[in-house]
């Protein structure tokens, strides 16, 4: 995982990268963020064209940045002894896109705004955009 920024009481959000850390999010958090992680993974894979005038051992170098800048952020808010709090899902490089869906939720799909509200909005303010609990929580 890698950090993104602090939040109050001593909560970090963290960014997480690989399907090993979404399944480890989905076991911990009791929801199924690693079927939406797994979907956008496949999908910003297929969509990677090589450049023309790579060789064809040279073909993937470029298939790593390509998936960080296409696919959406996934992030988890941590309490300080590791204990996950709420799991998030911005828009690729948290960028508003029109028919993009924010999600995030709390243990087992409950509303993390309601415990965590202040943590929500120290991520909004470190990506300057606004996650509003009406567009960003899925069972309000």
């Known amino acids: 995982m890698r950090y993104v920024c602090d939040a109050p009481g001593g909560a970090t959000w963290f ?5 090993a850390e979404a399944e480890a999010e989905a ?14 993974m496949a999908a910003a894979r297929e969509s990677y064209r090589a450049p023309k005038s790579a060789a064809s051992f040279e073909q993937d170098i470029g298939l790593n940045d390509h998936i960080a800048r296409a696919m959406p952020m996934f992030l988890t808010l941590r309490a300080d002894d590791g204990a996950g709090l709420a799991t998030a899902m ?11 869906r924010i999600l995030i939720v709390g243990q087992e799909n409950a509303d993390p705004y309601l415990t965590h509200g202040s943590a929500i909005e120290a991520l909004a303010r470190h990506f300057k955009i606004e996650l509003p609990r009406e567009q960003c929580y899925p069972y309000a």
Do not use: G, N
Request: overall charge positive.
């Open 15 to 19: 960014r997480f990268e690989t399907e």
């Open 27 to 40: 076991a911990l958090m009791h929801h199924a963020v690693d079927k939406y992680f797994r979907r956008y």
């Open 90 to 100: 911005l828009p690729p490089q948290a960028r508003r896109q029109a028919d993009f």
